[in-house]
């Protein structure tokens, strides 16, 4: 069956560190992956969308990787601040439908 | 824009009794969906609509969960009886059909917190 997996031990980094949480998927091949962030108490917000003819996109401090290969997508935030601490959720979707198919999140506490 | 908005934004009930969840979308969003979050199984889609009408409903876990979407701003997700097991967060998203820059994305509400005792 599909299956997308996060990391489900939290992260914990320093601030100006880079975090890099992983999103793998296997027995399929999505078309595309999107990230969000949920902060406690509130719903996922959407981050960015790559394709899989995308290798890489980026927004602001934010790089995502989708390497078609390893079945993975790498999820990067650079100069990283407390601020950036929430949980990050990764999904995926395909062009026939409109089903998104979420990853159970990662974590991420950013210590000042 | 107000966004996507869901109530009760919490609920606390006992096991048995009828549970009415409420989503307004956004406006103009074509496709609203229905999504369920627990620690063990993360989020899971459970019905989504496309112009009022449902598409697939395969996420429905028993017959006690119905959904409806009587007209474009206003959908219900209904547990009938409730049980302790339906315990989670309850979520709603919208999104516009494809566009320019078409990202799918979705928006999502701020949920609704079912306790079921």
């Known amino acids: 069956s599909q299956k997308i997996e996060q990391n489900s031990e939290a992260l914990n980094i320093q601030e100006g560190k880079t975090a890099t949480l992983t999103c793998n998927y296997t027995?399929?091949?999505?078309?595309?992956l999107q990230w969000y962030r949920q902060d406690p108490g509130r719903g996922p917000v959407f981050l960015l969308l790559?394709?899989?003819?995308?290798k890489e996109k980026r927004k602001e401090r934010l790089k995502v990787t989708f390497d078609t290969t390893l079945k993975q997508s790498l999820f990067h935030i650079t100069a990283s601040q407390p601020a950036d601490s929430a949980t990050y959720l990764c999904?995926?979707?395909?062009?026939?439908?409109?089903?998104?198919?979420f990853g159970g999140g990662t974590r991420l506490m950013v210590k000042p | 824009d107000a966004g996507v908005i869901q109530s009760p934004r919490h609920e606390v009930t006992e096991m048995g009794q009828e549970v009415t969840l409420r989503c307004k979308p956004i406006?103009?969003?074509?496709?609203l969906f229905w999504y369920r979050q627990t620690m063990m199984r993360g989020l899971e889609l459970l019905i989504y609509?496309?112009?009022?009408?449902?598409?697939?409903d395969s996420g429905m876990p028993e017959d006690r969960f119905s959904a409806k979407m009587p007209n474009a701003s206003f959908s219900t997700l209904k547990i009938q009886p409730s049980e302790p097991r339906d315990s989670a967060v309850y979520f709603c998203?919208?999104?516009?059909?494809?566009?320019?820059?078409?990202?799918?994305?979705?928006?999502f509400g701020e949920g609704s917190r079912l306790t079921v005792l």
């Open positions: 999904a995926s979707g395909n062009n026939a439908g409109n089903m998104l198919t």
């Open positions: 027995n399929y091949s999505p078309a595309y």
């Open positions: 790559i394709r899989e003819n995308e």
């Open positions: 406006s103009g969003h074509d496709y």
């Open positions: 609509f496309n112009n009022n009408v449902p598409i697939d």
């Open positions: 998203a919208s999104r516009p059909s494809s566009g320019r820059g078409y990202t799918g994305e979705l928006f």
